[in-house]
């Protein structure tokens, strides 16, 4: 093999792992929009506010691994007026 053919395979070599390695550290962001139908407003569901939601979760006695889109509409604004008057108002 010469030179030309291991610098070239080096460098795809490279990009495979940059772009898995890039692939990783965006799949770590989870996040999404929240509309609350009560407050006419959206929030952005990131780390802050699943600190806000097991606050939440441990005040009430719900379990705070529940998916928040999956709870009944009634717990959903239960949580949204408790948040709207706990913390920042994003």
């Known amino acids: 093999m010469d030179s030309r053919s291991r610098f070239v395979s080096?460098?795809?070599?490279?990009?495979?792992?940059?772009?898995?390695?890039?692939g990783t550290a965006c799949a770590e962001h989870h996040y999404y929009r929240v509309y609350d139908p009560y407050y006419s407003?959206?929030?952005?569901w990131n780390h802050d506010e699943?600190?806000?939601?097991?606050?939440?979760?441990?005040e009430y006695r719900r379990d705070p691994h529940r998916d928040?889109?999956?709870?009944?509409?009634?717990?959903?604004?239960?949580?949204?007026?408790?948040?709207?008057s706990h913390g920042d108002r994003h």
């Open 68 to 84: 928040f889109r999956r709870l009944p509409p009634e717990e959903q604004r239960e949580y949204w007026n408790w948040r709207h």
């Open 10 to 22: 080096s460098l795809f070599l490279a990009a495979a792992l940059g772009f898995s390695i890039l």
């Open 50 to 58: 699943v600190v806000y939601y097991n606050q939440w979760a441990r």
């Open 41 to 44: 407003d959206y929030h952005v």
